[in-house]
């Protein structure tokens, strides 16, 4: 018995890394399984692959940013296998490039891609379960590069800070008609962020990998929360960000106010701030200028 014994999945973005893994996991665990994939090839390559280890599945090819092929996903799935029951949202493209480089298509390809990449699917299934009286899950794919900011990813971490509020507020709006919204932010190293590291760090990493030793940012890694957050043992959890990698399941802290300075019932003189403002920092113990938040991260890339 598996966690999704009899549930459908649509998971896009599945035809390479993370995707792939979170398809081939649902599987494992009962699933039949949409691949939803821009590459055609790739995306009928997982389809394969599952079939040849006896799972169901159909690949899905398009551009999850326009809603005409949202919808066809949706229908698709349901046609095929007679229902929805988890959504995994997960297609995504970088353009890294400091602001003052980054061009106009830069920002617009990556914000359609993930933002409307994920509101159109999630439109789409979110109003399937509400015409069908059904519950549903979705799992969307944000980033620490949004939650915590990243240098040179003003486009990527923008879209992916929105993927997190976009999956909280969906959360409480589905929350009526028992359809759950939870976001991850993984870390693993897929085929967009191998190529940036150093070829010190890849051949020390091929070589533990050769040893047998635990590849601790595998992309395989992220499926299983996924696969539990699709399925419903998870049902009572609904508008969460978690973080995931290796052997690791973290959960974030939404933004929260965690210091105040008043003026004692008066409108504040620009002039009084300054002398003032200070004790937000201090209070706090928040750093004034500027601060490279993924250094505050638990597990970095290269010092495994």
Same mark, same amino acid.
């Given at each position: 018995m598996g966690l999704?014994?009899?549930?459908?999945?649509?998971v896009?973005?599945?035809?390479?890394?993370i995707?792939r893994g979170e398809?081939?996991?649902c599987?494992?665990?009962g699933?039949?399984v949409?691949?939803?994939?821009?590459d055609?090839?790739?995306g009928?390559?997982?389809?394969?692959e599952i /079939?040849? %280890?006896?799972g169901r *599945?159909i690949?899905?090819?398009?551009?999850v +940013?326009e $809603?005409?092929? =949202?919808?066809?996903?949706?229908?698709a799935?349901v046609?095929?296998?007679g229902?929805?029951d988890a959504l995994v949202?997960?297609?995504?493209?970088?353009r890294d490039?400091t602001?003052a480089?980054?061009?106009?298509?830069?920002?617009?390809?990556?914000i359609r891609?993930?933002?409307r990449?994920?509101?159109l699917?999630?439109?789409?299934a979110?109003?399937?379960w509400?015409?069908?009286e059904r519950?549903g899950?979705?799992?969307h794919?944000?980033?620490t590069?949004g939650?915590l900011?990243?240098?040179?990813q003003?486009?990527?971490?923008?879209?992916?800070a929105?993927i997190?509020?976009?999956?909280? /507020?969906v %959360?409480?709006?589905? *929350?009526?008609?028992?359809i759950?919204?939870? +976001?991850i $932010?993984?870390t =693993?190293l897929?085929?967009?962020?191998?190529d940036?590291l150093?070829?010190s760090?890849r051949?020390k990493?091929d070589?533990?990998?050769e040893r047998?030793?635990?590849d601790f940012?595998?992309p395989?890694n992220?499926?299983?929360l996924v696969t539990?957050?699709?399925?419903?043992a998870?049902s009572?959890i609904?508008g969460k960000?978690?973080?995931?990698?290796?052997?690791?399941i973290?959960i974030?802290q939404?933004?929260c106010?965690?210091a105040e300075v008043?003026?004692?019932?008066?409108r504040?003189d620009?002039?009084?701030?300054?002398g003032?403002?200070?004790?937000?920092?201090?209070?706090?113990?928040?750093?004034?200028?500027p601060e490279?938040?993924?250094?505050?991260?638990r597990?970095?890339?290269?010092?495994m």
């Open positions: 999704l014994d009899g549930k459908v999945v649509i896009t973005g599945a035809g390479r890394g995707g398809a081939l996991e599987v494992n665990q699933a039949a949409l691949v939803a994939e821009f055609a090839d790739a009928e390559a997982v389809v394969k /079939i040849g %280890a006896g *599945a690949a899905v090819s398009g551009d +940013a $809603a005409d092929h =949202a919808h066809a996903l949706v229908a799935a046609a095929e296998f229902q929805l949202n997960n297609a995504g493209i970088l490039r602001v480089k980054m061009s106009e298509d830069d920002w617009d390809a990556v891609v993930h933002l990449g994920h509101f699917p999630t439109r789409a979110v109003r399937y509400k015409e069908a519950p899950h979705l799992v794919t944000a980033s590069s939650l900011g990243n240098f040179g003003t486009n990527y971490g923008a879209a992916k929105g997190a509020a976009f999956s909280t /507020i %959360a409480m709006e589905g *929350a009526r008609n028992g759950t919204s939870n +976001a $932010a993984p =693993a897929t085929r967009m962020t191998l940036l150093p070829d760090f051949a990493r070589e533990a990998i047998g030793e635990f940012f595998a395989e992220v499926a299983p539990f957050l699709c399925s419903d998870s009572h609904s960000v978690f973080g995931v990698q290796g052997d690791s973290e974030f939404p933004f106010s965690v008043k003026n004692d019932g008066r504040w620009p002039e009084d701030i300054p003032r403002i200070d004790e937000l920092f201090s209070a706090a113990g928040v750093q004034a200028g490279n938040m993924m250094l505050r991260m597990y970095q890339i290269l010092d």
